[in-house]
């Protein structure tokens, strides 16, 4: 068998879930298109980008009517489309279907139904028969993921806009490039499982639980150190008052008292007049206190992330590559 009739053989044994996932992609499109023009159009019209960008991009501001212009204008457009987050939380499920149906029966199916065997003894070796099911599957999976992402990019910019940031969880992994690295991680961890367990329900269940253990581990664990976090002092006195446009994800905050003990946790007081707070229950001295990732790190972390996925993928890989070898 040929290069060309392989590719061809396996076009034919896939072609269904390519369309079947375009036809899904499609008819999602049809729900985020009209709904991402709305939110595009009130965004613009409420002026929302405009006030952001003469907020600036400074951890702390003077409170001015300018900015509480702006926070107001905020809250206005999430009652409206606030809801929308619940949408996003599909976005994050979609690279794990990806893995379970894509990556799981890629070599599970084929060995539980010995099919593998026949190709095997067209004069393709097992490595030929890997590198051009696995390549031809992941080109696929990797076009449509990076137009997903492309897609999911536009669509969240005005809810992010006008909330916390893109650092922040949900918004994170559903923009930028790490979408299309959550996904190939997916489809190689199903392949894998294939390989290991070699039956096609029991692979699925094991990619579907070892895609959430992964990513909840480095979203929770690894993502909040990939740099050291910055700690910010100020005083409820000062006018000043953190920046809603500076895109921080703020991981702590807190009131700390003259001698620096934190006081009163998940909580900040003022801005209060020069004469004080009045009655303020962490005593004289007292500053507000926040623990954060700066906004601007928003594409290194990004990139950071892909980078860890696409390593576990190219491992996942070379391990079911290595497992191919055992498949009687």
């Keep these: 068998m040929g290069g060309a009739g392989m590719i061809w053989l396996i076009w034919r044994q896939h072609r269904k879930q390519a369309l079947f996932t375009l036809a899904a ?3 999602l499109a049809a729900i985020m298109v009209p709904t991402g023009l709305a939110m595009h159009t009130k965004y ?4 929302l980008g405009a006030c952001r960008a003469a907020l600036g991009s400074a951890s702390l501001i003077t409170q001015t009517e300018a900015g509480s212009r702006c926070e107001s204008l905020g809250h206005q457009f999430q009652q409206e489309y606030g809801g929308m987050v619940f949408i996003a939380v599909l976005f994050v499920v979609l690279p794990v279907l990806v893995g379970v149906f894509f990556g799981a029966p890629l070599v599970a199916r084929e060995v539980e139904q010995g099919t593998h065997r026949l190709v095997w003894t067209q004069g393709v070796t097992r490595l030929q028969w890997a590198l051009a099911k696995f390549g031809l599957v ?11 992402a492309l897609g999911v990019s536009w669509w969240f910019e005005p809810l992010v806009g006008a909330s916390t940031g893109r650092l922040t969880y ?9 979408p299309v690295a959550y996904t190939l991680f997916a489809l190689a961890l199903g392949v894998f499982a294939g390989t290991y367990w070699r039956k096609v329900l029991p692979a699925m269940g094991i990619a579907l639980v070892g895609f959430a253990a992964v990513r909840v581990a480095i979203e929770v664990l690894a993502r ?4 050291p976090a910055q700690s910010l002092t100020f005083t409820p006195t000062g006018g000043q008052t953190p920046n809603p446009a500076s895109g921080n994800w703020v991981m702590d905050l807190g009131v700390r008292n003259a001698a620096g003990e934190l006081v009163l946790p998940d909580a900040q007081i003022g801005p209060c007049p020069p004469a004080g707070c009045g009655d303020n229950p962490a005593g004289p001295g ?10 601007d790190r928003f594409w ?16 996942l890989v070379f391990f079911a590559l290595r497992r191919l070898r055992t498949i009687a």
């Design 286 to 295: 007292a500053v507000n206190w926040l623990q954060y990732q700066p906004g």
């Design 170 to 178: 949900l918004s994170f992994d559903v923009q930028g490039i790490v």
């Design 44 to 47: 613009d019209g409420l002026g």
């Design 300 to 315: 290194l972390f990004q990139g950071i992330e892909t980078g860890i996925f696409v390593l576990l993928t190219a491992a």
């Design 138 to 148: 992941g080109a696929m999976t990797t076009v449509l993921a990076i137009g997903y």
């Design 25 to 27: 992609l499609v008819a």
């Design 224 to 227: 909040p150190r990939y740099l």
